[in-house]
C-alpha cells in the first residue's frame, strides 16, 4: 500500500468479537486483505470512512453452529477493536472538525458509535483549533454530528487561556456549540468559577455558566453568585439575568455587597451596574442603600443612581429617602437630591432639596427649602440650610442668603402633630 508523503504511517491491530463476515458491507464483499500484514494510514481518514475500514479490516471468523443459534436466541453486539488510532471528522468543504487521538477504540457497528479510551485531541471551528480536549473515554457518533467525552474531562482554550474542566464534555460543531457539565470548573487569570454546565459559543466568544455558580475575579476582587451567568470573553463582562449577589473583599475580607435581581461587571472599568431591586451593603458602618438600578464603581469607591433612592444607616437608626443620590465609599459620604427626607429613630424628619450625609461624623447638612420636624416636643423650623445630628436631635435651622428668616413653629400637645 502507497502512502502520501509527508504524512506518518499507522499500524492498525483490530479484535472482532461476534461479527459475521455476512454482515460486512456488500461494497467490500470483494475485497481481499491480508489481514496479518494490514497497514493503513489514519490519522488523515474521516471518522465514518475508518469505521468502515475497520469493519472490512477486521472481519471475524464464521461462527460454528452452536454459535449462530445463540445468535438467533440472543442477538449480540459486534464490537470492532483498533489500536493506536486517529479519529478524525470533517465538515461538509473538508476542513477538519474535531480529531481525537486514542491509544484503543471500540466500535459497536449495532449503535453505530466509536468508543477511544483517554483520548486527547482538538476541537475546530471554520478549520481553526478552539479547544484542545482530553479525558478518560469518548463516545463519538458515526454520522459525525457529535463528540462526547466523559470521565474527567479538560478542555483548553489556546488563545484566551481558558480551561475548562467536568466529567463530560458535548461538542456540536453545526451549532457552534461546546458543552461541559456535570461539576464544572472553569479557569482563566482573570476569573475563575464552579457551576453546573457551561455552554461555549465559540465564534461569539461567549460563555454560559449555570446552576450553582461560583464566579470569583482576581481584579476586582470580588465573588459573584447566581443561577447563571453569561461572560463576554472579548469584553470582559459578565451578565447575570437571575438574582445575584456580589461580594467585594479587601485583603480577603468582604468590604461591601451588592444584590439584585439582575446585574452586569465590566471587568475591564471594575464597574457593576445592578438592576431590579438594587441593594448595597457597605461593612463598615453598616448602611445599605436600595434603587431599582445603581452603578458601583469599585475603581472610583462610588455608587450612582438617577433612580429613587433610600439610605439606612443602622448603627443611628437614620433612614434618608430621595430622588437621586451618589454615595463616595471611602469618604462616607452620602450626596442626595430632589424631596430628600431623612426620618430618625424617633419620627423626627428633616426634609430638604439637597443633603450631604458624613457617616463617619454622624453629620447632616441639607441645603434648600429645609423643614426639620420634632415629634418630642413638638416644634417645626423652617429655613434654607440645616446642620446637625438627626439622632441626637441636635440640629441647627439657618436662613442662609436669601434673606428669609427661619420660622419656627411650636405646636401645643393638645393640637396633636401637624402633618
Not at 453505530?112 to 479547544?131: C, F, N, R, T
Not at 464544572?184 to 461569539?204: I, S
Request: charged share 25%; aromatic share 6%.
Amino acid at each position: 500500500m502507497n502512502y502520501p508523503k509527508g504524512r506518518q504511517k499507522k499500524s492498525v491491530n483490530c479484535a472482532e468479537k461476534g461479527q459475521n463476515p455476512q454482515d460486512l458491507p456488500r461494497l467490500f464483499s470483494s475485497l481481499s486483505f491480508n489481514f496479518l500484514q494490514l497497514k493503513a494510514n489514519l490519522f488523515y481518514l474521516p471518522l465514518t470512512f475508518l469505521l468502515v475500514l475497520g469493519l472490512v479490516a477486521c472481519g471475524g471468523r464464521t461462527p460454528t453452529a452452536s454459535q449462530s443459534n445463540d445468535a438467533d436466541s440472543s442477538p449480540q453486539e459486534s464490537n470492532l477493536t483498533f489500536f493506536d488510532v486517529t479519529l478524525e471528522q470533517a465538515d461538509e468543504v473538508g476542513r477538519p472538525v474535531w480529531k481525537v487521538r486514542s491509544k484503543k477504540a471500540i466500535y459497536t457497528k449495532e449503535k453505530q458509535i466509536g468508543q477511544a479510551e483517554s483520548p486527547v485531541g482538538e476541537l475546530y471551528q471554520d478549520g481553526k483549533p478552539v479547544y484542545q480536549i482530553q479525558a478518560e473515554t469518548a463516545d463519538i457518533e458515526q454520522d459525525g454530528q457529535k463528540l462526547f467525552l466523559k470521565g474527567k474531562i479538560l478542555a483548553t482554550d489556546p488563545v484566551n487561556g481558558i480551561v475548562l474542566q467536568g466529567n463530560e464534555l458535548e461538542w456540536l460543531p453545526q451549532e457552534d456549540l461546546l458543552i461541559v457539565r456535570n461539576q464544572l470548573n472553569g479557569t482563566h487569570k482573570q476569573l475563575q468559577a464552579v457551576a453546573q454546565e457551561a455552554r461555549v459559543k465559540t465564534r461569539e466568544q461567549r460563555i454560559e455558566f449555570s446552576g450553582g455558580v461560583i464566579a470569583n475575579s482576581v481584579d476586582p476582587q470580588m465573588q459573584m453568585r447566581t443561577e447563571h451567568l453569561t461572560w463576554r470573553i472579548q469584553e470582559q463582562i459578565l451578565i447575570s439575568d437571575r438574582s445575584i449577589q456580589i461580594d467585594r473583599y479587601n485583603n480577603n475580607k468582604i468590604t461591601d455587597r451588592g444584590q439584585g435581581d439582575a446585574a452586569e461587571v465590566n471587568l475591564k472599568t471594575k464597574v457593576a451596574t445592578i438592576k431590579k431591586n438594587a441593594r448595597i451593603e457597605l461593612i463598615d458602618p453598616a448602611t445599605q442603600i436600595a434603587s431599582d438600578s445603581m452603578t458601583w464603581d469599585m475603581n472610583a469607591e462610588t455608587v450612582k443612581t438617577n433612580s429613587p433612592i433610600t439610605v439606612v444607616q443602622r448603627a443611628e437608626n437614620v433612614t434618608v429617602t430621595a430622588n437621586q443620590g451618589e454615595m463616595k465609599i471611602q469618604q462616607k459620604i452620602v450626596n442626595l437630591v430632589g424631596n430628600v427626607t431623612a426620618i430618625g429613630q424617633r419620627r423626627q424628619s428633616l426634609k430638604s432639596n439637597q443633603l450631604s450625609w458624613y457617616l463617619d461624623k454622624k453629620l447632616l447638612e441639607a441645603q434648600g427649602n429645609v423643614i426639620y420636624r420634632q415629634v418630642d416636643p413638638p416644634i417645626n423650623f423652617t429655613g434654607e440650610t440645616a446642620v446637625g445630628n438627626l439622632q441626637t436631635e441636635d440640629i441647627t435651622v439657618k436662613s442662609g442668603q436669601s434673606g428669609r428668616r427661619v420660622v419656627t413653629e411650636i405646636i401645643p400637645q393638645d393640637a396633636g402633630i401637624r402633618n
